[in-house]
């Protein structure tokens, strides 16, 4: 039930529909850069979201969503995520996030989901073993 | 087949997460509000998209929109939407919009979606019954 | 500094726009959500986070974020949001929120943001009057 | 006053965040990805939307917005975005795009925006020479 240590690293450049009146990424679009990190994470490690429900018919809502924002991300900025994961639990799967701009390694936020796996109609599973074979 | 002429009106107030960097809310976001109008319609006119897709098992995909943007929307502005109804086709129905500021009344913009009949998996059927008596 | 006991309650119905692939309502959303709750909140104590910005040229980042999600809210539901208030220290303010849906009373969603009052420039100052008065 | 012919390609990979219940991408969603490849195009071209702010003081707002729906982009889908820009006349820029499904080469949608140059109170100008002299 180790982490997986290896940060796995993947870019997001701000969208002007990321922004707000402010000038600056508005704080709910961190929580789908966070999905940008979790889904690309499982890509780069030969999984994938898609595949865990499509083919196991398995989901994985989040059930927790936590962030803190350290300094504010701006238009075009290229935000630099990197993911690692851990398996907390038969049924759990935690994210843990950090996002820093590229340009200048400024930290922009951390935060961590808690996913727990479901099936289609809403009940508690175990994870698929596309998912915890990656702890082995 | 002759349009609803009888405009439905609703509101909805321009969140922050719907302002960009400009100072303004974001263009896509229009349509979000277009949506919001359409269903606040079918609602008024005693139907519901919720009971199309869940008793009528049809969905009502948007196959063209169009937008034309006339003045900006600000952050909190309460946005009055008019929107009226035609069903141009066995398939099809069509939806215009007209956006005011409600203070104000300026008009912030105008447009329009088409939408189509299909089923859960996407072949074109006929628009359910539901929608074509609101026409009778 | 104690917190606004009184629970301010307003209501948003969930938007097509707002549901993802899974059926319900996106993850991120429930933040923006609690943006109109905390809004409302202002508006009911007779003050105004645009008239903040405004007029006192203070703005109110989100430092930190964290949201429970307890049931999932579906397309068309509505839920009230209940947004409690707290002023933690001279340039901090805390949000508290509790989402339902209407239909049935079960909770969605809990959480919280905590911010910081800034400067347009980002500095780090004090809280406005029109905030502070409101916890005298 | 020639389009520049020549189509400049980026690609998005479709979030999950930007899917809906009818589990497809969302329709206003295909307006932020135009909102990529317009500033991707200028990038591309050696300018930057971010500079035309910043530097040359210049706004942009959309003033019209067309898409026609064609085939639906699922989750975790790479769409290519082809644009063309052509500049109508001092004050205005076009731009059209067309988007296809990387995989199977599936147009999901064509579409274009009509964008207005502006100060920043919103007093209509010419076009800043960074943009005009791609046209030359």
Redesign the interface.
């Known amino acids: 039930m180790n982490p997986i240590l290896r940060a796995i690293s993947c870019q997001v450049r701000v969208?002007?529909?990321e922004?707000?009146?402010?000038?600056?990424a508005?704080?709910?679009?961190y929580?789908?850069w966070f999905?940008?990190g979790r889904?690309d994470l499982l890509r780069q490690l030969g999984s994938?979201?898609?595949d865990i429900?499509h083919e196991d018919q398995i989901?994985l809502?989040?059930?927790?969503?936590?962030?803190?924002?350290?300094s504010?991300a701006?238009?075009?900025d290229v935000i630099e995520i990197k993911t690692t994961v851990t398996h907390p639990s038969r049924a759990r799967i935690r994210f843990d996030y950090e996002l820093a701009r590229l340009e200048d390694r400024t930290v922009v936020a951390t935060g961590s989901?808690l996913h727990v796996a479901t099936t289609r109609d809403?009940k508690i599973c175990k994870l698929p073993k596309r998912l915890t074979e990656l702890f082995a």
């Open positions: 969208r002007y529909a922004t707000d009146a402010m000038g600056v508005y704080y709910a679009n929580l789908t999905e940008v889904c994938s979201y898609r429900e989901y809502p989040v059930i927790e969503a936590h962030c803190r924002y350290k504010p701006h238009y075009d989901t809403g």
